[in-house]
């Protein structure tokens, strides 16, 4: 069984151990240093309950398994006129892609950002990088543009392309986002 929920600080370690291997190996992330427990715990409380952390996890007992996945939302820059516009990022245990495990926690990320009341989801991501193309072009992302040769990793210049996603249309003035705290997940998938 397959289930999403909300990620809880005792989800840390877990969430670490699935980032490793692609700080570690490959270019996926632009980090040189896998975060420790708790750095990702720091991280993960960092958002102050307003930014969504979900995980999907398998098991018997769904919602108490085994965190294979994470995603997250994180401010997209930290000027206030980017308040209404998001980061977001999904990792998924090695050997657990393929699978849909990435499409349900990504909808789910999705559908609360839209709950919240954001504009807009942005991803950033390694070229090349066909898989996690494939994930978010299949959740409503679309490619905006690319930067050539912006980061350096394992002797070699990587180009990162930007791609959005539409969560709400941009009303005039707009509205606050919410809190995930006061929304929770919400997941029509």
């Not at 715990?41 to 952390?53: E, I």
């Not at 849909?100 to 989801?121: E, K, M, P, S, V």
Request: proline fraction near 6%.
């Amino acid at each position: 069984m397959i289930a999403v929920r909300p990620a809880e600080p005792a989800d840390a370690s877990a969430i670490a151990g699935i980032y490793r291997p692609y700080v570690e190996s490959g270019t996926v992330s632009f980090e040189t240093k896998a975060p420790d427990t708790g750095q990702m715990r720091s991280r993960m409380l960092a958002s102050d309950g307003f930014l969504p952390w979900l995980v999907v996890v398998e098991g018997e007992a769904g919602a108490e398994g085994t965190v294979i996945g994470y995603a997250y939302a994180t401010p997209f820059r930290d000027r206030p006129a980017y308040r209404y516009t998001v980061e977001t990022s999904v990792y998924l245990a090695q050997g657990t892609q393929g699978k849909g495990n990435g499409r349900q926690l990504y909808h789910a990320l999705i559908d609360t950002l839209r709950t919240q009341g954001f504009a807009h989801a942005i991803s950033v991501l390694t070229l090349p990088n066909d898989w996690a193309i494939r994930l978010h072009e299949s959740v409503g992302f679309k490619r905006t543009g690319v930067l050539r040769e912006a980061g350096y990793k394992d002797g070699r210049w990587i180009d990162v392309g930007f791609w959005q996603c539409e969560l709400n249309q941009a009303s005039l003035p707009p509205l606050e986002p919410k809190p995930f705290r006061d929304v929770g997940m919400v997941s029509r998938w």
